[in-house]
T-cell receptor, first 117, second 113 residues
Framework: KAGVTQTPRYLIKTRGQQVTLSCSPI?????VSWYQQTPGQGLQFLFE???????NKGNFPGRFSGRQFSNSRSEMNVSTLELGDSALYLC????????????????FGAGTRLSVL | SQQGEEDPQALSIQEGENATMNCSYKTSINNLQWYRQNSGRGLVHLILIRSNEREKHSGRLRVTLDTSKKSSSLLITASRAADTASYFCATVLREGGSEKLVFGKGMKLTVNP
């Protein structure tokens, strides 16, 4: 089975621009979660989609949004980029019906490294 | 908000030695997971321990869970240079009607050949 694929791997943007990141989950996985990883804040949960619906959300401003398509592929969008948005963005998929359940083993992609200049 | 905190934050050992890292968390949990991350890459799931389990083994990994102390430990035995990575514990935090998987800040393990 193919793993989780994230594209692009690297991105350079300037302040004020917007960016869209893509994630293709493992076949059969309906849950897709997004995380932001920075040296200062560590790994932070952005949101989780399940069957095209945002099911869970972290504490990020509305500039961060996402969506999930019928084939479970997901995109994350960040509008009006700020310098502090520079980070490694990780996508993970799982079979979990619930994040709290024992089937919530997250399979991560390699990430998209976003640099905002 | 940080649910899990690993301790120590960094550890450097020689190949063949054992490495132990600890995780403390704040709220009640259904299970606790450990992940590994090689430099700048995605995380890899290592092991999940349920709240009604006290100990679990997987190869060279041994995880313990003490729900009364809200803590877990990960032991890597007979370490190898390839074990050099950051290790994270993760638990689910329920907040404002949402669930989120919350990771600790991670522990950086360096295994010297």
């Amino acid at each position: 089975k193919a793993g989780v694929t994230q594209t692009p791997r690297y991105l350079i943007k300037t302040r004020g621009q917007q960016v869209t990141l893509s994630c293709s989950p493992i076949s059969g996985h309906r849950s897709v979660s997004w995380y932001q990883q920075t040296p200062g804040q560590g790994l932070q949960f952005l949101f989780e989609y399940f069957s095209e619906t945002q099911r869970n959300k972290g504490n990020f401003p509305g500039r961060f949004s996402g969506r999930q398509f019928s084939n479970s592929r997901s995109e994350m969008n960040v509008s009006t980029l700020e310098l502090g948005d520079s980070a490694l963005y990780l996508c993970a998929s799982s079979l979990a019906v619930s994040l709290a359940g024992a089937k919530n083993i997250q399979y991560f992609g390699a990430g998209t490294r976003l640099s905002v200049l | 908000s940080q649910q899990g905190e690993e301790d120590p934050q960094a550890l450097s050992i020689q190949e063949g030695e054992n490495a132990t890292m600890n995780c403390s968390y704040k709220t009640s949990i259904n299970n606790l997971q450990w992940y590994r991350q090689n430099s700048g890459r995605g995380l890899v799931h290592l092991i999940l321990i349920r709240s009604n389990e006290r100990e679990k083994h997987s190869g060279r990994l041994r995880v313990t869970l003490d729900t009364s102390k809200k803590s877990s430990s990960l032991l890597i035995t007979a370490s190898r240079a390839a074990d050099t990575a950051s290790y994270f514990c993760a638990t689910v935090l329920r907040e404002g009607g949402s669930e989120k998987l919350v990771f600790g800040k991670g522990m950086k393990l360096t295994v010297n050949p």
